[in-house]
């Protein structure tokens, strides 16, 4: 199982990136999907959820409304659209599924927001 998140960099308030998680050695259709983020000095909390088919979503409070998040099934990939980006989304920024009652991450992609 990989994950690989890209797309992460510095921008100013106000900007949008759109990360992206392309993965291989499961299968991708059938799984739910979730990006997290670990601020410097703080604990990695959960950020966003997606269903296999993508019909479901959910966020988290502090990103609801700005973050969206999104997949393609034939290509495996998971997406997170941030829009109206705050200093305080400075963070590294994973994903991660569970397969076979396993946990996966990402190496993670760096977000930073600074004027």
């Known amino acids: 199982v990989q994950l690989v998140e890209s797309g992460g960099g510095l921008v100013q308030p106000g900007g949008s990136l759109r990360l992206s998680c392309a993965t291989s050695?499961?299968?991708?259709?059938?799984?739910?999907m979730r990006w997290y983020r670990q601020a410097p000095g703080k604990e990695r909390e959960w950020v966003a959820y997606i269903n296999p088919i993508g019909s479901m979503t959910n966020y988290a409070s502090s990103v609801k409304g700005r973050f969206a998040i999104s997949r393609d099934n034939t290509e495996n990939t998971a997406y997170l659209q941030m829009n109206s980006l705050k200093l305080e989304d400075t963070a590294v920024y994973y994903c991660?599924?569970?397969?076979?009652?396993?946990?996966?991450w990402g190496q993670g992609t760096q977000v930073t927001v600074s004027a």
């Open positions: 991660h599924t569970v397969y076979h009652f396993e946990n996966y």
């Open positions: 050695g499961f299968s991708f259709s059938t799984s739910v």
